[in-house]
């Protein structure tokens, strides 16, 4: 099968990350007999010294075009590069808003999980960290607080802020489906965190939640209140499955389980929208200090490929063969300079540049 596919390469590491998920894409189409087109379109500052502004319409229409787009990462230096001196719409980040916007992307999904090799990176207690933790965190991503009213206003005399937050039946249900069709490629269990104790935005999530639940009756379905649930991703985060909850829940949730793998570098992310397509790239940013001298770790990309090929086209022994290769090759030693060990002991570890790793990766692919 032909599926085509719109990368952004974007600015600082992103063209050397991109350049190696491609090549793994490449690789398993030749294992698994598929084609993988790729259109490059331009965005960010990259979009910026070409064509004066962070993404055009002709590049959302390509990425409308295609079946799914893989990302590697926009933006500079952001006291040093000339774009921060743009008017805020026209710095690169805007490029990343207009897409998702474009795209109605309102789901977005950050796996963490605990690789076995890089377990000494993890900050939890040994006696947490032992157990391992492989979640998704689904967190609805264009609702709520950040998207509702705001204003700042004189009351009686003193300066008064109000931020709303605003969610419909509509915005929560399509965000629970999603949690519940990921928990049914994995294994089967959704914690959907709120604050329903207090808000009422909470109350009717959870209500949501529950009759989208009824139509998985393989899911096993659990609510949790978000101060909880902050402490119980570091007391015994091998509880969680998919853990689903709303914007400004998930913005905080989120980073706290990527901090507990200890290994940003590591991690992918996909943006989804109503039907099978989404926006996948790594989580971190664009790395302007180490851009164009081939260090930079291209796994998290490779893994956000991966992503896309099980969320976006179905294709699950195809990721799953990607995630494998991706252990195998941190279990016989490999290591880009970022997750290279810290306390100096480097017994049975190679360091490797960036197009080593992809192309080790590849090797790996079976
Ligand atoms: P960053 O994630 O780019 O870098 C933080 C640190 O992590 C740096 O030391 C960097 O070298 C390191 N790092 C990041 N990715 C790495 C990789 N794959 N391999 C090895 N090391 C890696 O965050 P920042 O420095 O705060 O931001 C730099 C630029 O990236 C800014 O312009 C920011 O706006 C942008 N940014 C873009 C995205 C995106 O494209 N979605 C996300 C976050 C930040």
Same mark, same amino acid.
């Given at each position: ?99 998702? !916007? *474009?795209?109605? /992307? ?10 076995? =090799?890089? #377990? &000494?990176?993890? %900050? ?70 709120? !604050? *329903?104790?207090? /808000? ?10 529950? =009759?989208? #639940? &009824?139509?998985? %009756? ?149």
């Amino acid at each position: 099968m032909n599926y085509r596919i719109t990368s952004i390469p974007g600015d600082g590491i992103g063209p050397e990350i991109v350049t190696e998920a491609k090549k793994v894409l490449q690789k398993i189409g030749e294992r698994y007999g598929h084609t993988f087109t790729f259109t490059d379109i331009l965005m960010g500052g990259a979009s910026i010294d070409v064509h004066g502004v962070p993404l055009t319409d002709e590049a959302i229409q390509t990425a409308k075009d295609a079946d799914a787009v893989l990302m590697g990462s926009i933006g500079g230096n952001t006291v040093t590069s000339p774009w921060y001196r743009l008017a805020p719409d026209k710095r690169p980040e805007a490029g990343l808003l207009k897409i998702r !916007k *474009a795209l109605g /992307l309102f789901a977005n999904l950050r796996p963490a999980m605990l690789y076995d =090799e890089l #377990a &000494a990176a993890c %900050p939890l207690k040994a006696e947490i960290s032992r157990a391992g933790f492989d979640m998704m965190m689904l967190r609805e991503l264009t609702g709520g607080l950040y998207f509702g009213e705001r204003k700042t206003e004189m009351i009686d005399g003193k300066m008064t802020a109000v931020d709303t937050l605003t969610y419909n039946e509509d915005e929560i249900w399509r965000a629970a489906v999603k949690g519940f069709e990921i928990a049914m490629k994995r294994r089967k269990k959704v914690t959907s965190v709120d !604050k *329903a104790n207090v /808000l009422d935005s909470s109350r009717l999530w959870r209500k949501v939640v529950e =009759e989208v #639940a &009824a139509d998985y %009756p393989e899911v096993t379905l659990e609510h949790m209140l978000v101060d909880n649930c902050a402490m119980q991703l570091v007391k015994n985060p091998a509880q969680f499955d998919v853990v689903l909850t709303e914007n400004m829940f998930g913005d905080i949730l989120s980073d706290e389980a990527s901090m507990i793998t200890g290994s940003l570098g590591m991690l992918p992310s996909a943006s989804l929208n109503d039907t099978k397509f989404g926006l996948y790239e790594p989580s971190g940013g664009s790395a302007p200090d180490i851009a164009g001298k081939g260090i930079a770790n291209p796994i998290a990309t490779i893994l956000s490929a991966a992503m896309m090929l099980r969320y976006s086209f179905d294709l699950d022994q195809e990721a799953d063969a990607i995630e494998a290769a991706v252990k195998q090759t941190l279990k016989d030693g490999y290591r880009t300079i970022d997750i290279m060990p810290q306390d100096g002991n480097t017994d049975g570890v190679t360091q490797v540049g960036t197009a080593k790793m992809g192309d080790l990766i590849c090797e790996r692919i079976v």
